[in-house]
Every structure is written in C-alpha cells, then in structure tokens.
C-alpha cells in the first residue's frame, strides 16, 4: 500500500493544542485502544474529550497501515478580543454583538493546516455537541473547506462526543457528514458491528471519554474505515461502465418520475451499464421484525449456493430476492425519492426496512458506493429531507456515501439538474479498487438483542 495519510482534526475550544503531539506520539506508540488509554492516562495531560475520541479513530487508521497526523484547530480559529472574562463583562455595545461569532484566522497556520488537509488521503472530524450540532470551531473548518475545496474525493469521517448519553452526537455527526457531501468528500460511517453515522462518545468533563469503551469504539470504527476508502481511492483505476443501479421509491401511478428519470439517465449516462428498479412495479412485503434474521435456516441450505437469500420471507408474489440480487451485484446504487405535489405511490420506508436481512447477513452492501437522489418540484413540502434519509439509512448498510443528486422541476420542466458525471470517476475509482483490498472479515453481531441467532453468519467483504 502507498503510504496514505489519514489527518484527524479536532475542533473543541478545549483541545490540548500545545499537547497535541504528544497525544499523536501516544497513538503511534500502542497498538490497542486499552494501551492507548494507558498512555493518556498515565500522562497525566488533560486532554478535551475530542482530542482522545480523534486519537482512537487515528489509531485504527495507523493500525490499518496509514500514515496519521492530529491537529487541534482551536488556535487556529481565536476568539477576536475575549480575553474571556473580563471583555465579556464589557460587552454593551449592540454593534459588538456581531463579534460573537467572530473567530479571527490566524493566516499562517490556517494556510499550514489548508495544506494538511489538501495533502491527506482522508479527513476525521472530532468535534463536542453543542446544542446538537458541531462546535463553531468544527463548523468554521467545514466553511473553510467549502471554500477552498480541499475535501474533494477525500475519505471524510466524523466523530463527536456529547455530555448526554443521546445528547445529539448522531445529529452532529449527520450534518458534518451532509456538509461534507456537498463539498464532493466521499463519506463513512463506523463501520460493523454498529455501522451507524461515526464516532459518538459519552462524556462530560475534560478528559472522561477514555471511560467510554462503547463511544471509543465506534471513533475506532471510523479511523478503519476512512483508512481503507483512502486505500481503496488510491489503488481503485478508471473502470470503464460500472453497473449502475437506480432504486426509484416512489411515483404516481403514471409513473410520471420514473420518465424524467429515464431523460435524465439518457442526458447523463448514455452510454452506461445503468437499469432503474421502479418499486411501484414490485410487491415487497415489510419486515416483520423477526428475531432470527437472517434466517439460519435459509442461511444452512444456501450456503453452497451462488446467491444468498436469507430472509424468512419465502412467499413467491415477493420480490425482494430479485431486488437484493441486482443490489449486492451494483457497482453503484442511487436511491431516488420524489419531492412533489402530486399523490405518490410511497415505498421507500417499508422496502428500507425490508433490507434488515441484508444488513444481517454480514453487511452485504458494504463498501458499495450509493448516492441518494431526489427529485424535487419546486415548493413542494412533502419530503424535502430524502436524501438525508437516504444517508441515515444506507450508512447502517456500511456502504460508502457519495454527493447527493438533485433534479428542480418547475411545472413539470427540469430548471436544474445536478450532474450525474462528476460522480462517474468515483464509482469507476472505488468499483476497482474493492476488488483489489484485502477482504475484511465481518460478522454480523446484534446488539441490543440478546438473541444468539443473529450471530451466525460469517463472511468475507470487500
Ligand atoms: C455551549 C455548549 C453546548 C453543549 N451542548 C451539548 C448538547 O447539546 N448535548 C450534549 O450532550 N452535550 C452538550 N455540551 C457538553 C459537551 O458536548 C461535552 O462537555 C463534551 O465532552 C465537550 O467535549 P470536548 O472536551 O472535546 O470539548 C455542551 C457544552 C457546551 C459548552
């Protein structure tokens, strides 16, 4: 592998900054999360609760085989003239208000770490919730990355760390995740056994996340899988037409949106392996939420079989066997949701559930990239939010994200339409180079259920 490079940034305003590579000696001197912990602790540095939720994921990036770096961004971005205290005291001018959210830069180091981040394979985010989102400091990095457009093509992971057990570290992390989408990075989750949106630890004074096994590691999750996208990226070629699969969730019954997405797919994917899966036209019946998915049973009788069906839904009207296998065999999987003022036939929810199996049976999605679509009449209210649904949903199916698509009709008529091309060299990129990597072992494990029976299944994923 070439050496990779994996940056952690950390954005709390009470990051150990001048400690900082301290904290970067511990992680490349242990080799496990317990060992790290000792360090820290040993140490007897107070380090900021990102600080330590950063270094875990940079520890699974060095132990995959990158090369790491932590930086603490606090100085970076300063408070103008808080000299904390005192100045707050004589804050009575109304024209000072506006200085609230004035972080001055400090052009030097902001232009050494725009270089980092340029250079770096891939990026991870740590950042404290406040108020259930990112920290100001974390929002100024991804404002200044927009700016500059360093994230483009990056790996990018996000891990953040909150007082309450559910005090708002999945919506954190969500929002950096859907910002840095816009800005073309290409996004990741945790990774099995959870697979949920990154890093989310549990801690409230300085220093007490290394007390939250659990939280840290999800942070390890991320460093894993943000290091094997950035290897992936980095040995994947330009692979001529990959297969394509759209996954239209719902229409009229005229099927009015699956014919703009056909002109859409002519305008921009002509000459492309691509098919569209209307699930208007399917008869999908919804998980029944059963406890022994994927079913041991299916999983015992298949296993010498090419295709795996795991589900304990044998009916013959259900589709879904069909629609899992053009799944798992897609290169790229785009999700297309429709934001209009007509009355659709709506099937997104209840097929998404109905994927439980897949997900069970050792994240048979992983690592493909998906990308959510909607298509979106202009001032129509009624799902505005798809593709952050989308991103919710298929990063549990540990699957990479890439940047949303979006098509604005007026009275029927395209009047905007992102392009479908830009995303082309990264499907061509990522569909190579995981036929390239080293399979991953997953197995699936509950959690949250003590059933036994979703333990069982064993495979190797790309
Ligand atoms: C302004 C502010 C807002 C906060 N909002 C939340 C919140 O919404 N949810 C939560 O769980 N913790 C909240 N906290 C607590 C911090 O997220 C928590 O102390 C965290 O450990 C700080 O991380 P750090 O040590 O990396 O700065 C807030 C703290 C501050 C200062």
Same mark, same amino acid.
């Given at each position: ?39 820290? *602790?040993?140490? *007897? ?139 073309? @990075? ?22 007490? @996340? ?45 099927? *009015? ?9 002519? /305008? ?32 015992? *009788? ?118 479908? /091309? ?11 180079? /995981? ?10 494990? @509950? ?16």
């Amino acid at each position: 592998m070439k050496n990779l490079k994996v940056l952690g940034v950390v954005g709390s305003i009470r990051s150990n900054h001048k400690n900082i590579k301290k904290l970067e000696r511990f992680i490349l001197d242990s080799s496990t999360q317990t060992e790290l912990n000792q360090r820290i *602790k040993d140490s *007897k540095i107070i380090f900021s609760n990102s600080d330590i939720a950063v270094s875990h994921s940079l520890l699974a990036s060095k132990n995959y085989g990158s090369n790491i770096e932590i930086v603490s961004i606090t100085d970076i971005f300063k408070h103008k003239k808080l000299g904390i205290y005192y100045d707050l005291m004589n804050y009575n001018s109304i024209d000072d208000i506006d200085e609230i959210d004035s972080l001055t830069l400090d052009e030097s180091m902001f232009q050494e770490l725009l270089k980092k981040v340029d250079k770096a394979d891939g990026i991870i985010l740590g950042t404290p919730v406040y108020f259930g989102d990112r920290s100001s400091i974390a929002n100024k990095f991804l404002q200044l990355t927009y700016k500059y457009k360093v994230l483009k093509g990056k790996g990018f992971g996000v891990v953040s760390t909150g007082a309450k057990r559910n005090g708002g570290q999945e919506t954190a992390n969500i929002y950096s995740l859907q910002e840095a989408l816009a800005q073309e @990075a290409i996004v990741v989750g945790n990774g099995p056994k959870t697979a949920q949106y990154g890093g989310t630890v549990w801690a409230g004074d300085t220093g007490k @996340a290394i007390d939250d096994s659990f939280g840290l590691e999800t942070c390890y999750g991320v460093g894993r899988q943000v290091a094997q996208l950035s290897e992936i990226l980095n040995i994947g070629e330009y692979k001529s037409k990959p297969k394509i699969t759209f996954v239209l969730t719902m229409d009229t019954e005229e099927k *009015k949106y699956e014919k703009i997405l056909q002109k859409y797919i002519k /305008r921009n994917l002509d000459s492309y392996n691509s098919k569209i899966y209307n699930l208007i036209d399917e008869t999908i019946y919804r998980c029944i939420a059963c406890n022994v998915c994927p079913s041991p049973k299916m999983v015992e *009788k298949l296993k010498s079989e090419d295709f795996p069906y795991h589900c304990v839904i044998q009916t013959k009207k259900d589709n879904m066997k069909h629609v899992q296998e053009a799944l798992v065999n897609s290169d790229s999987i785009i999700f297309v949701g429709v934001n209009s003022h007509d009355d659709l036939i709506y099937r997104y929810q209840a097929f998404m559930e109905r994927t439980r199996f897949i997900r069970h049976d050792d994240f048979e999605l992983s690592n493909i990239p998906s990308v959510g679509m909607l298509i979106s009449e202009l001032g129509a209210t009624n799902n505005q939010i798809f593709n952050v649904k989308v991103l919710t949903s298929f990063i549990r199916h540990n699957t990479f994200f890439l940047k949303p698509v979006e098509i604005i009709l007026k009275d029927g008529e395209v009047i905007y339409e992102d392009s479908f /091309r830009n995303l082309i060299p990264f499907i061509e990129k990522i569909t190579s180079g /995981r036929e390239k990597i080293d399979p991953m072992e997953i197995s699936y494990k @509950a959690t949250g259920y003590s059933n036994k029976t979703f333990d069982e299944t064993k495979k190797l994923r790309k």
